[in-house]
């Protein structure tokens, strides 16, 4: 099993900057991935970013709405991959999640972007961008 929590959510204006973390633990030695996924209301919840490794290497993967403005990032010796976001939108607004796989895919290929290729979620974060 593998936890995760994220932190980092608020209220922001148009423009702002805001750092998600999401720390995991438990048996974080068998992941392979983590990625950030938002939900807003009415929604579905869809792929923003993601991360993934294999021995040394590592892949970053952005949803073309957040290509430029946000960046993934991961520290492996705390366990923790960060996500900061530069020049929120209002259409930004969601419940992001943090997510953890162990499946093994190519690392830039697309079932990575998949919610249902993702057996460990955090409880969410709201982040909510004013106009």
């Known amino acids: 099993q593998v936890q995760l929590v994220e932190s980092g959510g608020g209220l922001v204006q148009t423009g702002d900057s805001l750092r998600l973390s999401c720390a995991a633990s438990g048996r974080t030695f068998s992941t392979t991935a983590m990625g950030w996924f938002r939900q807003a209301p009415g929604k579905e919840r869809d792929f923003v970013v993601g991360?993934?490794?294999?021995?040394?290497?590592?892949?970053?993967d952005y949803a073309d709405s957040v290509k430029g403005r946000f960046t993934i990032s991961r520290d492996p010796a705390k366990n923790t991959v960060y996500l900061q976001m530069n020049a929120l939108k209002p259409e930004d607004t969601a419940v992001y999640y943090c997510?953890?796989?162990?499946?093994?895919?190519?690392?830039?290929?697309?079932?990575?972007?998949?919610?249902?290729?993702?057996?460990?979620w955090g409880q969410g974060t709201q982040v909510t961008v004013s106009s």
């Open positions: 997510a953890a796989t162990t499946i093994q895919f190519p690392l830039a290929s697309r079932p990575y972007r998949e919610r249902a290729n993702y057996a460990y």
């Open positions: 991360i993934r490794w294999s021995g040394l290497s590592t892949y970053n």
